[in-house]
Structures are given as structure tokens and as C-alpha cells.
């Protein structure tokens, strides 16, 4: 394929313009709270830095996630369309092209899936086969919905068969996928919730001694015993952290 048709990589977040700058802030404001709880030291934001990059690169991972979970949600509605095109008397090349329209009234112009349907668009004009287009977006979408899709479409366009058919059981058994996500997402919300708040509990019971009883925990600052003490501290709350979000992505895994 041209290589100037290849566009958004899904794998990775397409930042917003002032995003980036404000989940930069966000990642430094977690360092700076572990910082002062931890050492109350600004000279320790520079060792912890660490921290915060591997948080920036957790929330940009979540945000590609659901983003790609957004892509596949309009790709179903899509390919519902193009079904209900090619019943109408379209060649499946043209009920592509036309969907377009369905997309923008149902997402808005600036949606994940019409500018996919104007690379499509663009591709098909060039006669780029419709079949490489639907595997590049699969390739680059990390969808397994689109990918499982783009497979049989390519399997039933060089063997015959009913496309309309084909695409409309396609688009149902994508809808049966997502909705399972959702699902699961669903009953996990009180677990993510809980998982949450108890992230945030070891901070809250510092801040209220802190608060309640100047002076208490002087001695684990600035000292080598008490910065040796509070750094053990510090990896098993991270050990806790990152044991309870493997947990949490098995339990998904297993559901899914």
C-alpha cells in the first residue's frame, strides 16, 4: 500500500492539542505528592522522576485503550451500514464510500471512523483493493473485532459468496463482542473503584496524622535511617500497586 495512505497508528494515543501538556502536569503532581509524603525533599522529585514517566506511560496506554474500544464501537455501526447499502443495490466498494455520511450524522465529522472511511475513500480512488484497506485499518486499529472482520471479507471477495449477508453476521457478532466488553466493564466497575480508593488510602492516612499530629513523622525525614525506612515504604506500596493492576487485567482477561 502507499505509504502516504497509512495514518493513525492505534496502538498509540493521538494526543490533543494541550493534552499531552496536562497529563505531563498530572504525572509531575503524582511525583510531587510522593515526594513530600515520602522524603519531604524537592531534591527527591529528581530520583523519582522515574515514577512519573512510567506514569505518563500507563495513563497514555489506558487512553489508547479506550480509544481503540471507540474505534470498534463505530466500526460495527459502519459495517451495519454498508450492509444495509449493499441490500439497497450498492457494489460493496460504494457502500463504503456512502456510509461516510451515516457516520457523520451518527459521530460528528471529526469521528475515528470517518477518517478512516476518507483513507478508505482516498485508497479506492487510487485502486487501492478495498480488501488492503480493510487489513491496514485491522493492522494499525489492534482491534480484534476489525481484524477478525477484515479477515472474512478478504476470505468471502476472493471465494464469492453473499456479501450483505456475510457483512450484516459480521457486524452482529461484533456487536456481541463489545457488548460482553461492556459487560465486563460493568461488573468491574466496583472492583476498579475499590482497587482505586485503596491506591489513594495510604495517602489519605498520612495526610490526616500529618494533619492531627504535627511533627509526628520527623523523624523519618532527612535522615539515612528514616529515608531507608520510608523507601521500603515506598516499594511495597509500588509492588502493592502494580500486583493489584496485573490482578485486575487477569481478571479481564479471563472474563473476556
Not at 10 to 35: N, P
Not at 100 to 118: H, K, P, S, T, V
Not at 134 to 151: H, P, V, W
Not at 227 to 239: H, K, Q
Amino acid at each position: 500500500m502507499d505509504t502516504s495512505l497509512k495514518r493513525q497508528d492505534y496502538h498509540r494515543y493521538a494526543w490533543k492539542r494541550g493534552e499531552r501538556a496536562g497529563t505531563v502536569l498530572i504525572c509531575a503532581g503524582i511525583t510531587g505528592i510522593i515526594a513530600y509524603f515520602f522524603y519531604r525533599s524537592f531534591w527527591a522529585l529528581i530520583p523519582l522522576s522515574g515514577i512519573g514517566v512510567l506514569a505518563f506511560i500507563q495513563m497514555e496506554r489506558g487512553k489508547a485503550e479506550k480509544m481503540r474500544e471507540e474505534l470498534s464501537g463505530q466500526f460495527r455501526e459502519c459495517i451495519l451500514s454498508v450492509a444495509t447499502l449493499l441490500q439497497a443495490g450498492y457494489a460493496v466498494e460504494n457502500a463504503f464510500m456512502e456510509c461516510r455520511q451515516d457516520m457523520a450524522l451518527m459521530y460528528g465529522e471529526d469521528a475515528l471512523i470517518c477518517r478512516e472511511l476518507n483513507y478508505i475513500k482516498r485508497g479506492l480512488k487510487i485502486n487501492i483493493v478495498l480488501e488492503e484497506l480493510l487489513e491496514d485499518l485491522a493492522a494499525r486499529s489492534g482491534c480484534e473485532e476489525i481484524t477478525q472482520f477484515a479477515q472474512i471479507f478478504a476470505l468471502v471477495k476472493r471465494n464469492g459468496g453473499n456479501m450483505a449477508e456475510v457483512i450484516r453476521s459480521a457486524a452482529s457478532q461484533v456487536g456481541r463482542q463489545i457488548e460482553l466488553k461492556q459487560e465486563v466493564q460493568i461488573l468491574l466497575g466496583g472492583k476498579k473503584m475499590e482497587l482505586a480508593i485503596m491506591k489513594m488510602m495510604p495517602f489519605g492516612i498520612l495526610l490526616y496524622i500529618d494533619i492531627g499530629n504535627r511533627g509526628y513523622f520527623d523523624s523519618l525525614y532527612h535522615n539515612l535511617t528514616g529515608i531507608a525506612i520510608m523507601t521500603g515504604c515506598l516499594g511495597v506500596y509500588l509492588g502493592a500497586y502494580l500486583l493489584g493492576e496485573r490482578i485486575m487485567k487477569g481478571i479481564t482477561a479471563e472474563m473476556v
